[in-house]
């Protein structure tokens, strides 16, 4: 793993990289915030860096930057702990990045994100991004259509009860935490939360009164019903699925 995160590597291990045609580099936007009462508020950075380290395996000439946060996060703010940045600063950190690395000689950039709340700003930063560098690719990863539908589909072939992966704190992050880094989380803790369906009239009510507008517990969803294995199986379903839409959008 330290081979591939830039973070752990000395500048002569990076420049050997680079001239070894390791020129994509892999920037998830992550976050620093509550995640139920049964889970670490780090989970959102150790799923980032998991689901990066995987993805740069899988492409074969990636490294991996270190994981930003905190992200956006104001919706959690109600909950002590979360760290939330203003969209300026967070805008400005993200665009930062992708000097630092287009200066280092990277000729391929991947911002993706493993807090959903950092989605539509990292979408709007890679469209105007893309413009500015010539010679030099910018894409993001998965879209949360593209997100739900795996969470849908595994939910409906395990039987699972509809809502119980709502997306934040639910069965799937519970079960890839479980699955990933178990030290973390206390299933003694978990419990249900908001189980209906995430509609826009939802999502407004949670961007604009915050999570406790909707769940008093912080979860999105049903931590319950999480377990190791299925988190192995959430966290490849989802690896495969952001691997075909990056080679898609590499071409």
């Known amino acids: 793993m330290n081979k591939l995160l830039l973070e752990e590597m000395s500048w002569p291990e990076i420049k050997k990289a680079l001239d070894d045609g390791m020129t994509t580099v892999i920037i998830v936007a992550g976050s620093v915030e ?39 996060s104001e919706h959690h703010m109600s909950m002590p702990g979360t760290i939330t940045l203003r969209p300026e600063v967070f805008t400005g950190i993200v665009e930062d990045y992708i000097s ?5 000689g990277f ?20 469209e105007e991004q893309a413009k500015k560098y010539e010679g030099v690719k910018i894409i993001g990863g998965l879209s949360m259509p593209d997100l739900y539908s795996v969470l849908e589909k595994i939910e409906n ?8 992966c709502g997306g934040h704190a639910c069965t799937w992050e519970t079960s890839e935490m479980l699955f990933l880094a178990p030290h973390l989380v206390d299933m003694s803790k978990a419990e249900c939360g908001f189980v209906n369906k995430i509609n826009d009239e939802i999502l407004e009510k949670l961007f604009t009164g915050g999570i406790t507008a ?25 690896q495969d699925k952001q691997e075909q839409v990056i080679r898609d959008k590499l071409g």
């Not at 000729?107 to 890679?126: D, E």
């Not at 909707?214 to 199986?233: M, V, Y």
């Open 157 to 164: 072939e395990e039987n699972l009860p509809a809502g119980t």
């Open 107 to 126: 000729k391929t950039i991947i911002l993706t994100f493993s807090h959903g709340g950092n989605l539509k700003t990292l979408t709007q930063i890679v």
């Open 34 to 72: 509550q995640h139920g009462p049964h889970m670490a508020e780090i989970t959102d950075t150790v799923l980032g860096y998991q689901s990066a380290v995987d993805l740069a395996k899988r492409l074969g000439n990636a490294l991996v930057a270190p994981v930003i946060r905190p992200g956006l």
């Open 214 to 238: 909707i769940s008093k517990n912080g979860i999105l969803g049903d931590a319950r019903h999480a377990d190791a294995e299925l988190g192995a199986r959430y966290f490849k379903a989802l």
């Open 100 to 104: 630092a690395y287009v200066r280092h």
